[in-house]
């Protein structure tokens, strides 16, 4: 099972949706009754954007004397711009926060604890264990996850095949040998979309985490069952080093600057062979 590329989903970012506790909404109130909500994501695209419309579309027509505007900051900074709105105490009603977001923002009072609200809430039962456990925060409800993120490997499946492979990589150590066969600095073709700029935390935690994943806590991915962190682990140090054999030999030099957005566009333009 070690270095095998998969995620523990205790690891995973939670999408999660949370009442500001700043009133940001204070003053929207039209003279026909209708309230206007401010709602602000986080993890900002094209595509989630789209579906976030439709389905606030959907609650619109279900609840006509509500309307909710939607903003979405780019990805890279929406963190950063959320908090900034939290601290003023204005402009957000309804938050996308993130497991990695929520404690920092609850801590400051910047959320609203929901417990007293959701008492009984029916709605509980229609969410896995894993989600409701996430859902408290020393006893308080700051958000509601509606999802779970899980790493995937997207690649080029004909280029993958042309150099020799029966297949995309089955673990870390396949991903650094295919990346570097397929690396052509000099034709601009590289094996993999690396990320080093913003967030690059995260993909460095899921190699971690895959070389350590035997010994994981399953009740909190980043402790092993000896209750030390997985970052304590010797296999901790193993995965860094090869990740950054990848970024060496199968990574455009760029890409050290990488983030989300640059990752994508890396795949999708043609010079790079896999992201995840």
Do not use: H
């Not at 690891?11 to 204070?26: D, E, F, P, Q, T």
């Not at 229609?126 to 409701?132: I, K, Q």
């Not at 000099?186 to 935390?201: I, L, P, S, V």
């Amino acid at each position: 099972m070690k270095s095998k590329l998969t995620t523990i989903a205790a690891l995973g970012v939670a999408a999660v949706l949370a009442l500001s506790g700043c009133g940001g909404g204070s003053g929207n109130d039209s003279a026909d009754g209708t309230v206007t909500l401010k709602m602000v994501e986080s993890l900002t695209n094209p595509t989630r954007t789209d579906t976030l419309k439709k389905l606030l579309a959907g609650f619109e027509k279900d609840n006509p004397n509500i309307k909710v505007d939607l903003i979405s900051p780019p990805t890279d900074s929406a963190d950063q711009k959320i908090q900034q709105m939290l601290q003023s105490g204005k402009g957000i009603d309804v938050v996308e926060a993130r497991d990695i977001t929520v404690g920092s923002f609850g801590a400051n009072k910047w959320l609203y604890d929901m417990s007293a609200d959701l008492d009984g809430w029916e709605g509980w039962d229609d969410l896995t264990e894993n989600a409701v456990n996430y859902s408290k925060q020393d006893g308080k409800t700051y958000y509601i996850p509606y999802g779970f993120y899980g790493l995937s490997l997207f690649y080029r499946s004909d280029l993958v095949k042309d150099a020799g492979f029966d297949g995309p990589p089955a673990s870390w150590k396949d991903l650094i040998t295919q990346s570097e066969k397929l690396n052509d600095p000099g034709a601009n073709k590289f094996g993999y979309a690396f990320r080093g700029g913003a967030n690059a935390n995260s993909n460095a935690v899921a190699i971690i985490e895959a070389y350590t994943a035997d010994q994981v806590d399953k009740e909190n991915a980043f402790l092993l069952s000896n209750g030390k962190t997985i970052f304590s682990a010797p296999e901790a140090q193993t995965a860094m080093d090869d990740y950054l054999e990848l970024f060496k030999k199968g990574s455009p030099p760029s890409s050290v600057a990488w983030g989300y957005p640059e990752m994508v566009q890396g795949f999708s333009n043609g010079s790079t062979v896999k992201w995840r």
